[in-house]
C-alpha cells in the first residue's frame, strides 16, 4: 500500500493583477508593449543581464502591478555601472547625472528623465512610496530612458573627436578661442587625478597645455613656450590613444586639437 500524495493536476495559471487592466487585454500583448526596449549593444553581461531583467519585469507585471516599480529601480544598476566607466569617477548616482549632462553624454533632457527614475528609488529607500507607485506605462517610459541613456552611452566616440585635426593656417582664428572657452567649462575627469600613463601625468599635461594656449591669446608664445608646447603634443600623442576612459580619452583629445591649433600659428607658411 502505497503512502505517497497523489499526483497534483495541473497548477493553475496566474491571474492578472486586477490593478494592470486596462492596460492590455491579455498577457501576451505586453511583448507589444516593451517590444521597443532593444538591449544596446557593446553592453557589458552586467548590464545586459540588469537591462533584460527590467524589460521582463514590466512584461510580468501583468500578474503583479509591484514588479513595473522594481524594473525602475533595477534598470537603474545598469545605469549606475555605465556612468561610473564612462565618467571616471565612483560617485551618487544623482552626480553621476548631472556631470553625463554637464559633459554633453547624454541630453540636458534625458537627463531630466533618468532623474526622475532615480528620485523614485531613493523614494523607495527612504520609505516615503511603495513598490505600487508606477503602473506598467509610467514604468516603461523611465525605463525607456535608462535604455536610450544606455545606448548613447556605449555608442562610439565619433570620429571628429578621434580623428586628427587640421592644424593649418587656413583655421578660422576664432576656432582656438572657441575650443579654450569649451576648455575652461570641462570637467576634468576625476579618477585621473594623480595619474600618469607612459610617465606623463595627466593633470600637469593638463595644467602645462592650458597654460600655454591661454599665453597665446593673450598675446602669443615667444620660442621657449613654442619649444614646450610641441612637447606636449608629443605627449599627447603618445597617450591619447592609451587612455581606456572614453570620457578621459575624449578630454584629452579635445585638449590635443587646442595644442595643435596654437602651435600651428607659429608654422611658417610655404613661399
Aim: a negative charge; aromatic letters at 6%; one cysteine or more.
Amino acid at each position: 500500500m502505497t503512502t505517497l500524495p497523489p499526483l497534483p493536476g495541473l497548477l493553475p495559471l496566474p491571474a492578472q493583477d486586477p490593478r494592470a487592466r486596462g492596460i492590455v487585454l491579455d498577457f501576451a500583448d505586453m511583448d507589444e508593449l516593451v517590444a521597443d526596449l532593444v538591449l544596446p549593444d557593446g553592453a557589458s553581461m552586467y548590464v545586459m543581464s540588469a537591462l533584460e531583467t527590467s524589460r521582463e519585469l514590466i512584461r510580468h507585471s501583468y500578474y503583479r502591478y509591484e514588479f513595473a516599480t522594481v524594473a525602475v529601480t533595477h534598470s537603474l544598476f545598469a545605469l549606475e555601472h555605465v556612468l561610473v566607466e564612462k565618467l571616471a569617477m565612483s560617485e551618487p548616482l544623482r552626480i553621476l547625472i548631472e556631470r553625463a549632462a554637464d559633459t554633453g553624454l547624454v541630453t540636458a533632457e534625458l537627463a531630466a528623465d533618468l532623474d526622475r527614475g532615480r528620485q523614485l528609488r531613493d523614494s523607495l529607500t527612504q520609505g516615503t512610496v511603495t513598490s505600487a507607485a508606477l503602473n506598467p506605462a509610467g514604468a516603461i517610459a523611465m525605463v525607456r530612458a535608462v535604455f536610450d541613456a544606455v545606448s548613447l552611452l556605449l555608442r562610439p566616440p565619433s570620429a571628429g573627436v578621434a580623428a586628427a585635426v587640421d592644424t593649418s593656417r587656413a583655421q578660422p582664428e576664432d576656432e582656438l578661442a572657441r575650443l579654450w572657452e569649451e576648455h575652461r567649462h570641462a570637467l576634468y575627469p576625476d579618477s585621473f587625478r594623480g595619474i600618469d600613463v607612459e610617465g606623463v601625468e595627466l593633470i600637469l599635461l593638463d595644467a602645462d597645455v592650458a597654460g600655454l594656449v591661454e599665453r597665446e591669446l593673450n598675446g602669443g608664445l615667444d620660442d621657449s613656450g613654442i619649444a614646450i608646447l610641441w612637447a606636449c603634443i608629443a605627449d599627447l600623442d603618445k597617450i591619447v590613444t592609451l587612455i581606456n576612459s572614453e570620457y578621459c580619452a575624449s578630454y584629452f583629445a579635445k585638449l590635443r586639437t587646442m595644442a595643435k591649433l596654437a602651435a600651428a600659428r607659429h608654422i611658417p607658411t610655404a613661399t
